[in-house]
Antibody, heavy 121, light 110 residues
């Protein structure tokens, strides 16, 4: 069964850091690009970041560029999001999603259940 | 303010046909394919339509997508109560160099 399981969410103060993880199973992880997408409470989906299958290409939303870093460890079938300088507006449910292609955006065909990040003093 | 524009809400009665629009620009919908996602209440999004008009395995043929110029549409025919959900369009934007989502459309089945 193809599955994505996020972890690492929690409550953090503004200016703090958090590292999210996403464990993948049921497919050849390094054959596919991966995304992080977030959803603030009661709001719509916001794309955050994309990484190619080999990790060589990364892309970020303007709202997180310079603060967040996406990475992957293909030997561990894992995706990560290092979040620094967190702001209250980063509060959201963070989803990990598999793309149907190796590099670039073709469609997010598998989604995890999400991990909640709350930035509050 | 989302790069892709969707109506915030749509509604229909069971059996009806409903259409949800998604308007963009030459840098996104005009030059790249559009995908649609369905998010049922309290659940993760699900890919509904990819490459403008293709359905993943398991998606009923009641759902269809189309694209013309810088706009795209999702049509749902034979509306059912279980179709009540939020629907999002998305595409790659060549100018921003990243994925852009529409603001989402909440579909209510009356």
């Amino acid at each position: 069964e193809v599955q994505l399981v996020e972890s690492g969410g929690g409550v953090v103060q503004p200016g703090g850091s958090l590292r999210l993880s996403c464990a993948a199973s049921g497919f050849t992880f390094d054959d596919y690009a991966m995304h992080w997408v977030r959803q603030a409470p009661g709001k719509g989906l916001e794309w955050v970041s994309l990484i190619s299958g080999d990790g060589g290409s990364t892309y970020y939303a303007d709202s997180v560029k310079g603060r967040f870093t996406i990475s992957r460890d293909n030997s561990k079938n894992s995706l990560y999001l290092q979040m620094n300088s967190l702001r209250t507006e980063d509060t959201a449910l963070y989803y990990c999603a598999k793309d149907s292609g190796y590099s670039g955006y073709y469609g997010m065909d598998v989604w995890g259940q999400g991990t909640t990040v709350t930035v509050s003093s | 303010q989302s790069v892709l524009t969707q109506p915030p809400s749509a509604s229909g009665t069971p059996g009806q046909r409903v259409t949800i629009s998604c308007s963009g620009s030459s840098s996104n919908i005009g030059s790249n394919t559009v995908n649609w996602y369905q998010q049922l209440p309290g659940t993760a999004p699900k890919l509904l339509i990819y490459s403008n008009n293709q359905r993943p395995s398991g998606v009923p043929d009641r759902f269809s997508g189309s694209k013309s110029g810088t706009s795209a549409s999702l049509a749902i025919s034979g509306l059912q109560s279980e179709d009540e959900a939020d629907y999002y369009c998305a595409a790659w934007d060549d100018s921003l160099n990243h994925v852009v989502f529409g603001g989402g459309t909440k579909l209510t089945v009356l």
